[in-house]
């Protein structure tokens, strides 16, 4: 019932700049949490940054300070603004959506993922 559809990712030379979407659409409910997750070939999957319905936002260490990451409610959309690029930066970039019934999780849904390729 959930689909998240991902747009903006692309090649850039290192110090670059891209912004990244994602568009949920379906029955994701009112409380829940929008984020990204990268994935480097041989590499296990890790958390860049996330959103919550209620505005409170979480970054990994590495991308604090060069990430950006807001969404648009209206829309069911969520973004991430990547300045300062760096080749560590190279990854697949997933979006991720977690809907939830007070505390109790309901849902996880993934995007297909975008290429984000840095240049040294």
């Known amino acids: 019932q959930v689909q998240l559809v991902e747009s903006g990712g692309g090649l850039v030379q290192a110090g670059g700049s891209l912004r990244l979407s994602c568009a949920a659409s379906?029955?994701?409910?009112?409380?829940?949490?929008m984020g990204w997750h990268r994935q480097a070939p041989g590499k296990q999957r890790e958390l860049v940054a996330s959103?919550?319905?209620?505005?409170?936002?979480n970054y990994a260490d590495s991308v604090k300070g060069r990430f950006t990451i807001s969404r648009d409610n209206a829309k069911n959309t969520v973004y991430l603004q990547m300045n300062s690029l760096k080749p560590d930066d190279t990854a697949v970039y997933f979006c991720?959506?977690?809907?939830?019934?007070?505390?109790?999780?309901?849902?996880?849904?993934w995007g297909q993922g975008t290429q984000v390729t840095v240049s040294s």
């Open positions: 379906g029955s994701i409910g009112s409380r829940n949490v």
């Open positions: 991720n959506l977690v809907s939830f019934s007070g505390v109790i999780m309901r849902g996880t849904y």
């Open positions: 959103i919550r319905s209620d505005g409170i936002i």
